[in-house]
């Protein structure tokens, strides 16, 4: 009995010990730049009126709800915008590069009138720089989601689902098969949210696979479900991939079916994904009807987001549904490479409102705690989309697939990708 007891102890340890090493190396490594850039699309970050309070809260180190910016310091703001247009420092930025920020800052100086000041009591810390805090979960934590995750692999398949590796990379996906007789013969790309995988969405993906082809690609790393096993020599595929891994796999995944149109369906993390793939000009051309809900991607008050995933305690008072679910997910150490070494940064906000169009429905929560419902829904409804959105009244982040107290939204969802 003792020996067990030992045994069990020692195989605990040296799991801890491997977290604290994937601990350190997510430490080192810097945000993951992409080699996407558009300048334009950066400038858009500056035209919300939300993200004065982004920026301040930025260079304050987001300590601050209020964040009086009156006065400035020029040198963070500086610092700011180099990270934010070129990812660079103050040291390799060239003339080009200055100049370039030196006009803008005077532009954002008379949009938002603020005087600047060379007093430094202000800091900014560089995106992808930031510390990470993260729990470590028992091996137990890890048996029961390797149960979960077998018992919905299993309901998968019984509904008809399969299951696909990819050659190059550790993403996998979903599907079922192609029926070419069904009532609607457009594909559909489900993109699932932080948390456990696809695991909460098992219902609403098979029952949107009774009339047509699903494909919900598993996002590793960051679902407590789908991580690569214990490995010593770890390569940054092996955290959660970078954008250009992602459009690589899903772009193979459209060539591989010569898809001429499809839809896609995103939630919450997702819509990260699914606003990125949107501005590539090759999948917009084939891209029929787009469905965000409870999105992160846009711009609007972006604060609430980051302060949802960045804290190491929650503002949630006494609820404890609340804490155990920041525990399991949002202090998740490959989570937090995600977050803070790859994504909630420059690189997957870019989708905002310009793509918005009659082919857009967007599916807000009013208790939302995390996506900021009410200023998503002012802007849209100011670029003249109001009608394209469906609000959940007293709905939480993800009841839409956690409860079944909106089966009105789950028809609408149904008629309007019919």
Not at 79 to 104: E, G, P, V
Request: proline fraction near 2%; glycine fraction near 4%.
């Amino acid at each position: 009995m003792w020996n067990i007891i030992l045994i069990i102890i020692i195989i605990e340890f040296i799991n801890y010990l491997y977290f604290l090493r994937i601990k350190k190396i997510i430490l080192n490594k810097e945000y993951y730049y992409g080699d996407r850039f558009d300048l334009s699309i950066r400038r858009d970050f500056l035209e919300s009126k939300n993200q004065i309070k982004y920026i301040g809260e930025y260079i304050e180190f987001r300590k601050t709800e209020n964040t009086n910016l009156s006065y400035i310091a020029i040198n963070p703001l500086i610092k700011f915008f180099l990270s934010l247009y070129f990812n660079k420092t103050k040291k390799q930025a060239r003339l080009k590069h200055m100049n370039i920020i030196y006009t803008d800052i005077q532009k954002f100086r008379n949009k938002y009138n603020i005087s600047l000041t060379f007093n430094d009591d202000k800091k900014f810390k560089r995106f992808g720089q930031s510390d990470i805090q993260c729990c470590y979960k028992p091996l137990i934590i890890s048996f029961i989601m390797t149960i979960i995750k077998l018992y919905s692999e299993i309901k998968l398949k019984m509904n008809g689902f399969t299951k696909y590796y990819s050659k190059q990379t550790n993403i996998c996906y979903w599907s079922n098969k192609y029926q070419k007789n069904t009532s609607n013969n457009i594909p559909l790309f489900f993109l699932h949210g932080l948390g456990i995988g696809i695991i909460p969405y098992l219902d609403f993906i098979i029952d949107m696979a009774k009339d047509r082809l699903v494909i919900c690609p598993v996002l590793p790393n960051i679902s407590n479900v789908y991580f690569h096993p214990l490995k010593f020599n770890l390569k940054r595929n092996d955290f959660f991939p970078s954008f250009d891994i992602i459009y690589q796999e899903i772009n193979q995944i459209i060539e591989l079916h010569k898809f001429n149109k499809f839809d896609i369906v995103s939630h919450s993390f997702g819509t990260f994904i699914q606003s990125s793939l949107i501005l590539e000009s090759s999948f917009r051309s084939r891209l029929r009807k787009k469905i965000f809900i409870d999105p992160v991607c846009f711009h609007s008050n972006l604060t609430k987001v980051l302060k949802s995933v960045d804290q190491k305690k929650m503002d949630r008072g006494s609820n404890i549904l609340g804490e155990i679910t920041h525990y399991f997910v949002y202090l998740d150490v490959y989570v937090k490479y995600a977050t803070k070494r790859n994504l909630f940064s420059m690189e997957f906000l870019w989708g905002n409102y310009r793509y918005l169009d009659e082919n857009t429905l967007i599916i807000l929560s009013g208790n939302d705690s995390i996506t900021a419902s009410d200023e998503i829904f002012e802007d849209i409804y100011k670029a003249g989309y109001g009608d394209k959105v469906e609000w959940l009244e007293n709905a939480n982040h993800g009841d839409l697939f956690m409860t079944s107290k909106w089966p009105h939204t789950i028809k609408r969802i149904k008629k309007y990708l019919s």
